[in-house]
């Protein structure tokens, strides 16, 4: 009975201890803005501005070229988290802008997309999920 | 039966693990530069992106070096008054009528990096109908009367603006040069650069179907220009991060491209400038500035054998520029001034996701008038020098939730003084009340229907009419009967931005 019993339990802690990155799974689900690893940390409000296009420049001059993730569920936990509205709404901010100021519209593409480009050249932002961070890309914050 | 069990307890630990391995195996280092063993995870559409993402170089600026977008704006009005005389028949038709507002394209280069042109082009036509001119004359053959719709309907801007043959407005149209973010020029023709709604352009965006009034020339006399053409120096400089100083610079000619001519005549200028400071903090977006222009214009007054206005039967001034003998020509000049304060603030993350934004502008707007001088030799005296004033203001509330439907309501104000001799306003102040709802269908389209009261008092004042001898001396005549001038107009609109 004891040798079931620690059975059972070793069984059991070694699964708990795999699946439990299950949570840590979570957090690396959480989308995070990216730019250029030679690019200057930006604060929360400029990466809502930028997301916003109010803000169109670099801190140290050139345009910004923002790069919005076709993945639609990415996409409205970022506007979410880090915007403070949907992503309908960012949408519709951007033909705001559009608009008024005949910026065009950001691409939507793939996170794959985005990180290519964010590492290759730093006139872009983006944003993917945390786990697909490495060391050709930083978080913008 | 312990074997059993210690069977059982195996076989659902190795269940849980290889459920714990696949997920994490789903999260796998996605590919990278160096692990085109990943590329194999990818989809046909993925792969087709890093080969796209492949010929991005670090110098290239991905994006489209041509672009055409712009808007169009469709709408049905009822425009609702008592009395025929109504200073509102001048402005809009009584009865209910659909029109094509608005069908403007914008036209964007980026020539270079660093380097954009921009074009706004608005087509214009009549879409009430347009009177053909037709003149009446007696046997002298003294042309009495002449009926003309010189006005194109209102568009959401509510411009009453002078019929254009060709029906092609240019609304901007510049070079610019943006490399920096805090110090970008533009040459060319641009929107005058004050308080908020009048660089909030475009039927889509702006959230009322109505734009206040003041965005607009409040009196004909009162030159605040809607565009200029000139250079603008502008920019936005970001101040620690939560700030955002937005500026602009200028020095124009002063009044649109239409009016250009004239003002090249005499070589004057305006100059103004325009400073906004944008603040994000605890979930509330500031928006505080304002804005100051001062520009000299001159026009061409004309000075006919019989007075230029006329009473008809119906009550109504009836204006005859084209029917009368011409006596002289004067050069008028005026100094005109604005200034102006603007403030937007919105309040986000409120209950229901929604935001509350509170918005208003003020602008004092004067002119004075400088000497006239004649341009032939006449025996009527010339014009007196006269200052005149206009007041406006607004104040909104709108209330947005989930991005899409957002009730508002505005209140309006003008008051002007000393009126212009040659500039008959029947009604010293208005009072505009303003409530609708507006509803993104999707973020490019929306629909919009409100109602708007406008009280113009009655007119209480009296109009200044010439002599006979066609000179604008100043005297009055007290009209003979008071007309209510309030009226109510309801209106709806599907606009898109393409």
Same mark, same amino acid.
């Given at each position: 009975?004891? %040798? /079931?019993?620690?059975?059972?339990? !070793?069984?059991?802690?070694?699964?708990?201890?795999?699946? &439990?990155?299950? *949570?840590?799974?979570?957090?690396?689900?959480?989308?995070?803005?990216?730019?250029?690893?030679?690019?200057?940390?930006?604060?929360?409000?400029?990466?809502?501005?930028?997301?916003?296009?109010?803000?169109?420049?670099?801190?140290?001059?050139?345009?910004?070229?923002? %790069? /919005?993730?076709?993945?639609?569920? !990415?996409?409205?936990?970022?506007?979410?988290?880090?915007? &403070?509205?949907? *992503?309908?709404?960012?949408?519709?901010?951007?033909?705001?802008?559009?608009?008024?100021?005949?910026?065009?519209?950001?691409?939507?593409?793939?996170?794959?997309?985005?990180?290519?480009?964010?590492?290759?050249?730093?006139?872009?932002?983006?944003?993917?999920?945390?786990?697909?961070?490495?060391?050709?890309?930083?978080?913008?914050? | 039966?312990?074997?059993?069990?210690?069977?059982?307890?195996?076989?659902?630990?190795?269940?849980?693990?290889?459920?714990?391995?696949?997920?994490?195996?789903?999260?796998?280092?996605?590919?990278?530069?160096?692990?085109?063993?990943?590329?194999?995870?990818?989809?046909?559409?993925?792969?087709?992106?890093?080969?796209?993402?492949?010929?991005?170089?670090?110098?290239?600026?991905?994006?489209?070096?041509?672009?055409?977008?712009?808007?169009?704006?469709?709408?049905?009005?009822?425009?609702?008054?008592?009395?025929?005389?109504?200073?509102?028949?001048?402005?809009?038709?009584?009865?209910?009528?659909?029109?094509?507002?608005?069908?403007?394209?914008?036209?964007?280069?980026?020539?270079?990096?660093?380097?954009?042109?921009?074009?706004?082009?608005?087509?214009?036509?009549?879409?009430?109908?347009?009177?053909?001119?037709?003149?009446?004359?007696?046997?002298?053959?003294?042309?009495?009367?002449?009926?003309?719709?010189?006005?194109?309907?209102?568009?959401?801007?509510?411009?009453?603006?002078?019929?254009?043959?060709?029906?092609?407005?240019?609304?901007?149209?510049?070079?610019?040069?943006?490399?920096?973010?805090?110090?970008?020029?533009?040459?060319?023709?641009?929107?005058?650069?004050?308080?908020?709604?009048?660089?909030?352009?475009?039927?889509?965006?702006?959230?009322?179907?109505?734009?206040?009034?003041?965005?607009?020339?409040?009196?004909?006399?009162?030159?605040?220009?809607?565009?200029?053409?000139?250079?603008?120096?502008?920019?936005?400089?970001?101040?620690?991060?939560?700030?955002?100083?937005?500026?602009?610079?200028?020095?124009?000619?002063?009044?649109?491209?239409?009016?250009?001519?004239?003002?090249?005549?005499?070589?004057?200028?305006?100059?103004?400038?325009?400073?906004?400071?944008?603040?994000?903090?605890?979930?509330?977006?500031?928006?505080?500035?304002?804005?100051?222009?001062?520009?000299?214009?001159?026009?061409?007054?004309?000075?006919?054998?019989?007075?230029?206005?006329?009473?008809?039967?119906?009550?109504?001034?009836?204006?005859?520029?084209?029917?009368?003998?011409?006596?002289?020509?004067?050069?008028?000049?005026?100094?005109?001034?604005?200034?102006?304060?603007?403030?937007?603030?919105?309040?986000?993350?409120?209950?229901?996701?929604?935001?509350?934004?509170?918005?208003?502008?003020?602008?004092?707007?004067?002119?004075?008038?400088?000497?006239?001088?004649?341009?032939?030799?006449?025996?009527?005296?010339?014009?007196?020098?006269?200052?005149?004033?206009?007041?406006?203001?607004?104040?909104?509330?709108?209330?947005?939730?989930?991005?899409?439907?957002?009730?508002?309501?505005?209140?309006?104000?003008?008051?002007?003084?000393?009126?212009?001799?040659?500039?008959?306003?029947?009604?010293?102040?208005?009072?505009?009340?303003?409530?609708?709802?507006?509803?993104?269908?999707?973020?490019?389209?929306?629909?919009?229907?409100?109602?708007?009261?406008?009280?113009?008092?009655?007119?209480?004042?009296?109009?200044?009419?010439?002599?006979?001898?066609?000179?604008?001396?100043?005297?009055?005549?007290?009209?003979?009967?008071?007309?209510?001038?309030?009226?109510?107009?309801?209106?709806?609109?599907?606009?898109?931005?393409?």
């Amino acid at each position: 009975m004891k %040798l /079931i019993k620690l059975a059972l339990l !070793a069984s059991l802690a070694l699964s708990l201890a795999l699946t &439990g990155g299950t *949570a840590q799974t979570n957090a690396e689900d959480d989308v995070v803005p990216i730019i250029h690893p030679s690019q200057p940390a930006l604060t929360p409000v400029q990466v809502k501005w930028i997301f916003l296009g109010d803000m169109t420049y670099w801190p140290g001059g050139g345009q910004i070229r923002v %790069l /919005i993730n076709n993945d639609t569920e !990415a996409y409205e936990n970022f506007t979410r988290k880090y915007l &403070g509205v949907s *992503a309908r709404q960012t949408d519709t901010q951007w033909v705001y802008r559009q608009i008024r100021d005949g910026l065009v519209q950001p691409r939507k593409v793939s996170s794959v997309v985005i990180k290519m480009m964010v590492s290759r050249s730093k006139i872009f932002i983006g944003f993917i999920r945390r786990s697909q961070l490495d060391k050709t890309v930083k978080v913008a914050l | 039966m312990k074997i059993a069990m210690v069977a059982w307890a195996t076989a659902a630990s190795l269940l849980l693990m290889s459920t714990g391995l696949a997920a994490q195996k789903k999260k796998q280092a996605p590919f990278t530069k160096d692990n085109t063993n990943a590329m194999d995870d990818l989809t046909a559409d993925e792969k087709k992106g890093v080969r796209i993402a492949d010929e991005v170089t670090a110098n290239d600026i991905e994006e489209k070096r041509f672009n055409i977008s712009g808007f169009v704006d469709f709408q049905y009005q009822n425009a609702l008054y008592n009395d025929s005389r109504n200073i509102a028949t001048t402005y809009m038709k009584k009865n209910k009528h659909f029109s094509l507002n608005n069908l403007n394209l914008y036209f964007k280069f980026m020539i270079d990096p660093g380097w954009d042109v921009f074009n706004e082009i608005r087509f214009m036509f009549a879409p009430t109908g347009i009177k053909t001119a037709k003149a009446t004359q007696n046997a002298s053959g003294l042309i009495l009367n002449i009926k003309m719709s010189p006005f194109e309907n209102s568009g959401y801007d509510n411009q009453v603006v002078a019929f254009r043959y060709g029906s092609i407005s240019i609304e901007r149209s510049y070079i610019e040069w943006n490399h920096f973010g805090f110090f970008q020029v533009r040459g060319g023709q641009f929107f005058t650069p004050v308080g908020i709604w009048s660089q909030d352009h475009g039927a889509p965006v702006v959230t009322s179907i109505r734009v206040p009034v003041t965005s607009n020339n409040v009196l004909p006399a009162i030159g605040m220009p809607v565009s200029q053409t000139g250079l603008e120096l502008f920019g936005k400089v970001n101040a620690g991060g939560m700030v955002q100083i937005d500026y602009a610079a200028y020095v124009s000619n002063g009044q649109s491209i239409a009016q250009s001519v004239d003002d090249e005549a005499d070589g004057s200028w305006a100059v103004g400038a325009f400073l906004n400071m944008k603040m994000s903090w605890s979930r509330v977006d500031w928006n505080i500035g304002g804005s100051g222009y001062r520009g000299r214009r001159s026009d061409i007054y004309s000075e006919y054998s019989i007075p230029m206005y006329l009473i008809t039967s119906g009550g109504s001034l009836d204006l005859m520029p084209y029917a009368l003998k011409q006596l002289d020509e004067y050069n008028h000049y005026q100094l005109d001034y604005f200034a102006c304060a603007h403030m937007k603030l919105t309040f986000t993350g409120l209950p229901g996701n929604s935001a509350i934004t509170l918005q208003g502008e003020y602008i004092h707007q004067w002119v004075n008038e400088l000497n006239a001088g004649k341009l032939r030799s006449s025996l009527t005296l010339p014009i007196r020098a006269l200052r005149y004033m206009a007041d406006t203001l607004y104040g909104q509330i709108e209330w947005n939730f989930l991005g899409i439907v957002t009730p508002y309501f505005r209140f309006e104000y003008m008051v002007h003084g000393n009126r212009h001799v040659q500039y008959q306003m029947l009604y010293n102040s208005m009072k505009y009340y303003l409530g609708g709802l507006n509803i993104k269908i999707t973020p490019r389209v929306v629909f919009k229907a409100e109602f708007g009261y406008a009280d113009l008092g009655t007119s209480k004042n009296i109009a200044l009419i010439p002599d006979l001898s066609g000179v604008f001396t100043g005297s009055a005549v007290a009209l003979p009967f008071r007309r209510d001038n309030d009226f109510k107009i309801i209106q709806a609109s599907i606009s898109a931005a393409f």
